[in-house]
């Protein structure tokens, strides 16, 4: 289940079937956690947003989103995803055995304590985290068996009671790591075990004048570390409503008392898709290693997140999504090549804990 160690999917120096089947391999792990909370940096808006704005507000005023922590804050989440994958990769060396369907499950119960934080643009913060991972696990299921696969449930259960630092940027983005050495020795923003933590920025994707009930806005960016170039993901949020948060979990993942009553919390409901655009599909560091790329990547899902009004936290959020993916990797010097065609289906949900979550 590991990933590119990197945003940018490596490749070695020799264009051969094995460096190939190594970047395809990175490629859908890249996929598997483009739509999940695992790699939601982008995709879940308002999380842990700070509402200048009181609870008690007109249906047409705005409220501004903001975020805002405080060294010495602590918060802490449950974050599971289920991942689904089916399709067939068809290569030089045929592989009547190869598996067409896999499935992920990943859970995570993480305490967060801000240990740093600084204004780095005007109304957004980067924040210096220290992650406590209380509880860690993971499963994976295949229809073929492949001695060679690494084992999905050991370095997360070697997780479990250990802390990283890492630094949250104003767009999302993870920086600085600084723990897990020994379970993840080349751990990066797109691995399971911390891309989720990019949901906790607002960054530029929320109207910075504050948005009301009923108001709509989109974005739009170019998505990195993917073997074709020019996809592009897409949303469209809605401030939808003001609702009950709803039941706060414990540990067991039982639901426990509402942290907050009545109506507060704002229901942010986000519609995206993924697609590719432009000719020349080749990313350049496949170019320089003598790769030729070409094909498709789409997608579409919707994420639905609740935020108090009281305090500006995330709640909770819940997400799905589908990918197709059809592309193929070329040897220019050779001319052999890998082909893959796959479906991944994701569901992904993030609950924030009452404090110490019984």
Known sequence: MRSATGILIE????????????????????????????????????????????????????????????????FYYRVETHSSTTGKVTTPIENPEGESKTSQAVTLLVKLDVIGASQALPGAQQIRFRATFEQASAQS??????????????????VEGQT????????????????????FPKLSATDAVIAWAGSLATGGRVPQEGVSIGQKWNNERQLEGLPLTGVFWRSEST???????????????????????????AIILTHFEISRHGSDATP???????????????????????????????????????????????????????????????????????????
């Open 141 to 158: 299921d295949s229809d073929a068996f492949n001695p060679d696969a690494p084992s999905v449930t050991d370095p997360y259960k070697r």
């Open 11 to 74: 490749v070695g120096a020799c264009a051969s079937v094995r460096t190939m089947a190594q970047s395809m391999a990175r490629a859908t792990a890249r996929a598997r956690r483009i739509f999940t909370p695992f790699s939601i940096c982008a995709i879940i808006l308002p999380a842990l947003a700070g509402f200048v704005a009181p609870p008690a507000h007109t249906a047409s005023e705005k409220i501004r989103i903001a975020p805002h922590f405080a060294a010495g804050q602590s």
């Open 239 to 265: 401030y939808s409503r003001d609702d009950v948060c709803g039941p706060v979990g414990n540990a067991g993942g039982q639901s426990g008392t509402s942290k907050a009553g009545g109506r507060d919390c």
């Open 284 to 358: 350049e560091e496949y170019r320089r290693n003598g790769l030729r790329t070409s094909g498709t990547w789409n997608g579409s899902g919707e994420s639905l997140d609740a935020i108090s009004l009281a305090s500006g936290y995330l709640e909770s959020s819940t997400q799905t999504s589908t990918q197709n993916i059809d592309y193929e990797i070329i040897s220019a010097a050779s001319g052999s090549s890998i082909h893959r065609v796959s479906k991944v289906e994701a569901q992904t949900e993030i609950r924030r804990l009452s404090a110490p979550y019984l």
């Open 164 to 183: 990283l630092e890492f630094t949250l940027q104003p767009n999302g983005q993870l920086t600085d790591f600084n723990g897990l050495s020994d379970s």
